[in-house]
């Protein structure tokens, strides 16, 4: 049955537990990756699993309407978790992973505060973890090893309605500490069904394969429960398995002859160096591969070329990329590239027009140049019954640079403990605080309003110098972030870069990244800190933690090896 013959799509959307009776035979739904090897689970193993989690959690004295914190690391026990308080009529509260780089000290302090804040009835974690949640609670509550799970009297509780408190997420922290978005059922059930029709899932030939963290939107709505919605077999992979060895995740799925995944931009570099490593292996992406979602951070042409050049083994076909924009905020996807809509698109646009509010074309001289051209690639058009709009000082209208502006039926009802929702969201439009602009119906988002700085009357965005860094070849992809360090009005920017190569010379490559700044982007560096390799902080995602980097940059911390000030154009 095509999701489609089942589903609502732009109809009334079905409750979020309505197919829990569903009868899916006995193919296997989840095959996940548990204690260093993967299992096979069908839907009526799901759904078991599920109200025994339950169970459990109704022992331990939750009961409809609590919240439960969970430490989600990817495995069947967290996905029968989060089923198994929605059949109790309890709401998740997906606990933050730790982010890169961050101590342990300071990673029990933040769960301290998202647990004051949610004040569960119970809190659940991998054995692994178990300690780390009793020392961050200050008060006694049950804490339950996911394992511990499996083995209670199955039961179900009253379920949840519509307007139920079902989840509770954390946007990224890329930019300040996350925040808690709560969900409501409606909310969820909407993204999941606008998502299965965007892409149209197919059950009886879509299969997944992945390895994105289930305690990131992307990994978790975007694919475990995209699979629990329209019943199509997922391959969940391990986030540290996938990063040990990136080329486990094309051998997933190569041996689940995928045909749809989802990964940041970061995922397709680290796969094409780990070929690059190894060119005699000819070991791309499956032919079966049809739709690959992109999102979860800026999506550069350097990244559809990654993907697409024959060169750099993935093979992928240029039409299979489907570039998207979302936030926690909106549960997850706000824009997705339309399955049939061929190559991504991406704009030629001039940069001087650009920092003036207008995305305007390049003229010939410039595209000769090309140094005053910038290339933003197109990350879709909105989902059916999601309003996009951009709010510019320049007016509306095609090429109007601006904040994007969100409404949709999947926004949150607020953060947890309100902490600001009511500046963020007002009439029911969502400020996303990212930068962007719209050109024939696609969005093109260009950074985070926190990351752009004016320099001698240009904007500017720091992601942008970043690519600037990389492409000239001195530091590699992921490895460098560049962040305002300055009081307000008086930009000072600096590099924090992950240097993995001890053997060279750190002054000369701060003044060589120092050099290129200015000189492909206009903008000087007053210093770069070099880290040791995997202390660059970063989200639980693999986006660049930038208040991470700008407390490193001021007062130091874990990992800085040293420290370049840098004059001039680093001369």
Known sequence: MHTSDRLSGAGRIPGL??????????????TTWDDGAYHAWTWDDWRSRSERAAGALHASGVRSGDAVAVLLTNGFDSCAAVVGAWLLGAHVVSLPMPPRGM??????????????????????????????????????????????????????????????????????????????CVLTARAVAWQLDALAHALRIDPERDRGAVWLPMSHDMGLFGCVL????????????????????????????????????????????????????????????????????????????HTLRTATDPATGLGLPPEALLPAYGLAEATLAVTLTPVDDGVPGSLR???????????GPCSAGSEQAGTDAVEV????????????QIESPKGGGDGAVGEICVRSPALAAGYMGDDGWASRCQGGVLRTGDQGFLHDGRLYVLGRKDDMVSVGGRNLFTRDIELALSDAGAIKPGRVAVVNVGRVGTPEL???????????????????????????????LSSCVFVE????????????????CVALVRAGGAGVVARVALTSEGA
């Not at 899916?24 to 739904?29: E, F, N, Q, Y």
């Not at 509550?141 to 139920?164: E, F, K, N, S």
């Not at 001039?350 to 207008?358: I, P, Q």
């Not at 390799?533 to 991470?548: E, F, I, N, W, Y």
């Open 17 to 30: 537990l309505s197919i829990i009776d569903a009868d899916r035979g006995a193919t296997p739904i989840l």
């Open 103 to 180: 101590d342990f000290e300071r990673y029990q302090q933040l769960l301290g505060r998202v647990l004051d804040h949610a004040r569960p009835a119970a809190t659940v974690a991998d054995q692994a973890y178990a300690s780390v949640l009793s020392g961050a609670q200050a008060e006694a509550t049950p804490t339950l090893a996911l394992q511990a799970l499996r083995d209670a009297p199955p039961m179900v509780g009253p379920g949840l309605a519509d307007d139920d408190i079902a989840f509770v997420q954390f946007s990224s922290g890329s930019t300040r500490e996350p925040r808690g």
């Open 226 to 301: 995209l699979s629990y919605w329209t019943g199509h077999p997922l391959m969940l992979g391990d986030p540290q398995r996938f990063l040990r060895n990136p080329m486990t995740w094309l051998e997933d799925c190569r041996s689940h002859g995928a045909t749809v995944s989802a990964a940041p931009s970061f995922a397709l570099d680290l796969v094409a160096r780990a070929i690059g490593r190894r060119p005699a292996l000819q070991a791309g992406m499956p032919a079966t591969m049809r739709k690959l979602v992109l999102g979860g951070e800026p999506i550069s042409t």
């Open 349 to 359: 646009v001039d940069a001087a027009a650009l920092s003036r509010g207008r995305a």
């Open 377 to 388: 690639v197109a990350c879709g058009r909105a989902l059916p019954g999601v309003d996009v």
């Open 494 to 524: 600096a590099a924090v870069v992950e240097d993995a190569d001890s053997r060279r010379d750190l002054r000369e490559l701060a003044r060589e990244l120092a050099r290129t700044s200015f000189r492909d982007c206009g903008a000087r």
């Open 533 to 548: 390799a995997g202390m660059l902080p970063k989200t639980s995602s693999g986006k660049v933690q930038r208040h991470g």
